[in-house]
């Protein structure tokens, strides 16, 4: 059982997340990429992760039987909020709204359709145990409104949140690295093995937590930088001369830029392909 946090409603204790999935015939999904957090105390390590809630109104997404979303409810911050899919969720999510009143709003929908950001309040963050199959989207997503958010705290597959962190010249190292490393600082800060989940993924996870750099890129700023990381690295093996010739004057852009065309887009650092994308958008290409 789950004793209530201080502050909260003494005479609800909440039944175990086991005993909660085996009610709610909350089986993981394999089409929904659900691996599930029961372990309470990994749940607070993960919850920890996100820093001093005091005050943040939290969002998480994909919240299942809602082990994350108990250490959230019970941390000190202002409110959380958890998108879910998964009608099967919604009804063990409804208990722990019933036992901890006012703590918790609940929304029935794919969180890549649902403006997270418009129907909570500032200071916002997002902590969430992501779906496997839709995290990298959400993350994409999420940064494209960066200025939007205090922080992001997301578990990942560990290879994806590697490539999240990654240094220029790095196996890991491509698009996602850049786009995320030009909005935020990014760091890995937990890792966890299979055995963590139920049921267990065939890989290790990662928590990153990002923190938006407080100098965000205009909307056509962004727009070029998109662009140019997409030829970059769709042909990461061939030389930036040949894997940019789709923008057009390719070998002028990377002399402008003063930017050897012979090399290659995983050699590249975050402060050169700002400088490229700026190059590309004072050419009117953005």
Request: charged share 20%; aromatic share 4%; with cysteine.
């Amino acid at each position: 059982m789950t004793e209530p946090a201080p502050g909260t409603d003494a005479t609800a204790v909440l039944p175990s997340l086991r005993d909660t999935v085996a009610r709610h015939g909350l089986d993981a999904r394999k089409s929904l990429g659900q691996h599930f957090l029961l372990d309470q105390s990994i749940c607070a390590r993960v919850a920890g992760q996100a820093g001093d809630l005091a005050g943040r109104h939290v969002v998480e997404v994909g919240p299942g039987p809602g082990g994350l979303t108990r250490a959230l409810v019970e941390s000190a911050a202002a409110h959380v909020t958890a998108i879910e899919l998964d009608r099967r969720a919604i009804a063990a999510l409804a208990e722990l709204q019933a036992a901890r009143p006012g703590r918790l709003t609940v929304i029935e929908g794919d969180a890549l359709r649902v403006d997270a950001a418009a129907i909570t309040e500032a200071p916002r963050v997002v902590v969430s145990n992501l779906p496997y199959n839709v995290g990298t989207a959400l993350l994409v997503h999420w940064l494209e409104e960066a200025e939007r958010w205090e922080s992001l705290t997301l578990m990942f597959q560990q290879e994806v949140a590697a490539r999240i962190v990654a240094a220029p010249d790095t196996e890991g190292y491509g698009r996602l690295s850049v786009l995320s490393q030009w909005r935020c600082e990014a760091r890995m800060v937990l890792t966890l093995p299979p055995g963590a989940f139920s049921p267990p993924p065939k890989v290790w996870s990662a928590v990153v937590h990002l923190r938006p750099r407080a100098q965000q890129p205009e909307p056509a700023l962004a727009a070029a930088m998109g662009r140019l990381t997409a030829a970059a690295f769709g042909q990461r093996r061939k030389m930036l001369r040949g894997s940019l010739k789709s923008l057009g004057q390719a070998e002028a852009l990377l002399e402008g830029a003063g930017i050897e065309p012979t090399r290659r887009a995983e050699t590249l650092s975050v402060a050169e392909f700002e400088i490229l994308a700026r190059a590309l958008l004072a050419r009117g290409n953005g």
